[in-house]
């Protein structure tokens, strides 16, 4: 009987992608002058052709626009690097999206700390 493996294949290639570009971040390319970058998640096409990478940034040294073309202009030297590591077939075509998900916690948690939330001590006081 096969044993079931515990994910998809894409998973679990997505992951390693992941991986593999957080060590060529901090050993290879010098991102510093973007900011601090953190890749977030990677989804890879069935195929395995085309890895989408999702990608923050804390501390941002430049705008947002100029930023993410920088990264995407990175894409070939992150790709050459990841085909040195990766051990499938074909490299993957890199493609880097900013991820919104930090700028929008860190919005929704301004917008809660604006609300005036009533004690309870407050609230037992007026009964």
């Not at 991986?19 to 890749?39: P, W």
């Not at 860190?106 to 809660?112: A, D, G, K, Q, V």
Request: no cysteine; net charge negative; hydrophobic share 35%.
């Amino acid at each position: 009987m096969k044993q079931q493996l515990p994910y998809k294949r894409t998973d679990r290639v997505a992951h390693q992608i992941q991986e593999i570009l957080g060590e060529i971040a901090t050993r290879y390319i010098d991102l510093s002058h973007l900011g601090f970058i953190t890749f977030s998640s990677v989804t890879i096409t069935p195929d395995l052709k085309i890895a989408s990478v999702y990608y923050s940034v804390m501390d941002p040294k430049m705008e947002l626009k100029p930023l993410q073309r920088e990264m995407k202009s990175m894409a070939a030297l992150f790709r050459k690097h990841l085909g040195n590591a990766l051990q499938i077939k074909f490299t993957p075509e890199l493609r880097f999206y900013y991820d919104e998900t930090a700028d929008y916690s860190h919005r929704i948690e301004s917008l809660l700390s604006k609300i005036d939330i009533p004690d309870e001590t407050d609230a037992t006081e007026s009964l």
